[in-house]
Nanobody, 125 residues
């Protein structure tokens, strides 16, 4: 069974950091682009950051550039999203997804086939 499992979410104060991990079981991630998407209450899901299968291409939403870093370790079959200087507007459920989007549409959610269950991130004082 193909599965993606997110971990690392939680409650953090503004300015704090969290490190989200996405682990795969039942398949290897090295053939897939991985995306992190989030959905805040009352808002549409948005792409946060995505990384190509090779790791050579990354995309970031403008709102997280300079604060978030995506990386992958294909040997460990995991992808990590390091989130620094968190803001209340970063609050939401964060999902990782695996797919084979074209590079020019790397962070388009409809191009992703496999999705995790999500992990809650809450930024609040």
């Amino acid at each position: 069974q193909l599965q993606l499992v997110e971990s690392g979410g939680g409650l953090v104060q503004p300015g704090g950091s969290l490190r989200l991990s996405c682990a795969a079981s039942g398949f290897t991630l090295d053939a897939y682009a991985i995306g992190w998407f989030r959905q805040a209450p009352g808002k549409e899901r948005e792409g946060v950051s995505c990384i190509s299968s090779s790791g050579r291409t990354t995309n970031y939403a403008d709102s997280v550039k300079g604060r978030f870093t995506i990386s992958r370790d294909n040997a460990k079959n995991t992808v990590t999203l390091q989130m620094n200087d968190l803001k209340p507007e970063d609050t939401g459920i964060y999902y990782c997804a695996a797919g084979k989007p074209p590079l020019f549409r790397l962070c388009v959610s409809s191009k992703y086939e496999y999705w995790g269950q999500g992990t809650q991130v809450t930024v609040s004082s």
